[in-house]
């Protein structure tokens, strides 16, 4: 059973027509189970990308039965890369789903010009973490794309954050920028960007969510923390969404989540025309399958706004 918030997602996308999706280069029998289950549980609608011949081989090997679903013979990843963001820019497919290539090669091939998936927001990474025992999901940005993001590019990273939450039906997410400290400090330029995105949004660069920084962590999560220091804010102890200062402390943050505190996490890829759903090895059943319901959330809320 999936852990409970991540359950929820499932749960919003049940009576949900399934989402056409490619996926790229499923030639192993990890990737291409985890497309087949998305399938058999109406969560997707498969759009298989790569090498027939290794397709073929890896179902074999894992007893997947994959005749219903179209099956598109690329010579190698990078070319199942480039036609899955064809694809998508085209309107033949809703989302994409990484296999097994490395994410920097799936990622190249949909911020290239020539894909035609690119907005004007740079992509980011948004994980929704169901913690035990935390009462709410929460989400952390950018913890796997954007190294060392710079002001207007943590704005980007913030609406992005915040897009999904909406779509996840969170209204008026609260979104905690983390720092060390929670006070401006010049010699920290991340409480520096903290302050600044927090004027962003009072002037309406930023919109759909209510901001507070710098926050460090345990005053962004607990109200106890937050009172003992006198912080008063809608944000501060009750965070939706907590955005990272830098690649290095989100990377570190979700993994101690994950290892010390057995959270479980949903994950996907923000900024693009169509949702990218980037799935690790290690990532069980119900991840993947969230990830999933969480990708149609957002193609939902993507053709709301549309309307």
């Known amino acids: 059973m999936a852990p409970s918030q991540l359950l929820r997602l499932l749960d919003m996308?049940?009576?949900?027509?399934?989402?056409?999706?490619?996926?790229?280069?499923?030639?192993?029998?990890?990737?291409?189970?985890?497309a087949v289950e998305g399938a058999r549980r109406g969560l997707i609608a498969p759009l298989l990308i790569g090498p027939r011949a290794r397709i073929l081989d890896a179902a074999r090997a894992a007893k997947l039965d994959i005749?219903?679903?179209?099956?598109?013979?690329?010579?190698?990843?990078?070319?199942?890369?480039?036609?899955a963001c064809?694809?998508?820019a085209c309107g033949e497919a809703a989302a994409i789903?990484?296999?097994?290539?490395?994410?920097d090669e799936l990622l190249e091939a949909a911020v290239?010009?020539?894909?035609?998936?690119?907005?004007?927001?740079?992509?980011?990474?948004?994980f929704v973490l169901d913690v035990p025992g935390h009462p709410?999901?929460?989400?952390?940005?950018?913890?796997?794309?954007?190294?060392?993001?710079?002001?207007?590019?943590?704005?980007?990273?913030?609406?992005?954050?915040?897009?999904?939450?909406?779509?996840?039906?969170?209204r008026k997410p609260r979104v905690a920028i983390l720092s060390a400290v929670e006070t401006v400090n010049p010699k920290m330029v991340s409480t520096l960007d903290a302050a600044a995105l927090c004027k962003m949004a009072d002037r309406g660069?930023?919109?759909?969510?209510?901001?507070?920084?710098?926050?460090?962590?345990d005053n962004a999560i607990s109200r106890e923390s937050a009172l003992a220091k006198g912080i008063v804010s809608e944000v501060a102890g009750q965070a939706d969404i907590l955005i990272v200062p830098d690649i290095e402390s989100g990377n570190m943050l979700a993994k101690q989540l994950f290892y010390l505190?057995?959270?479980?996490?949903?994950?996907?890829?923000?900024?693009?025309?169509?949702p990218l759903i980037l799935t690790s090895r290690s990532d069980p059943e119900a991840s993947r399958l969230a990830s999933c319901a969480l990708a149609i959330l957002i193609a939902q809320h993507k053709l709301s706004k549309r309307q």
């Open 261 to 274: 505190s057995h959270a479980q996490s949903a994950g996907v890829v923000m900024g693009a025309r169509v």
């Open 112 to 126: 290239s010009g020539a894909a035609g998936l690119r907005t004007d927001r740079r992509m980011s990474h948004v």
């Open 136 to 170: 709410r999901p929460l989400l952390v940005s950018d913890a796997a794309l954007n190294i060392a993001p710079d002001l207007m590019t943590k704005r980007d990273i913030v609406q992005n954050a915040i897009d999904c939450a909406l779509a996840m039906d969170i």
């Open 67 to 83: 005749e219903a679903y179209p099956l598109i013979d690329v010579e190698h990843s990078h070319a199942a890369a480039a036609r």
């Open 86 to 88: 064809g694809l998508a």
């Open 205 to 217: 660069q930023i919109v759909g969510g209510i901001l507070d920084g710098p926050l460090a962590f």
């Open 97 to 103: 789903m990484k296999g097994a290539l490395h994410t």
């Open 13 to 34: 996308v049940e009576t949900t027509p399934p989402l056409v999706t490619a996926v790229v280069h499923p030639v192993d029998a990890l990737s291409l189970a985890g």
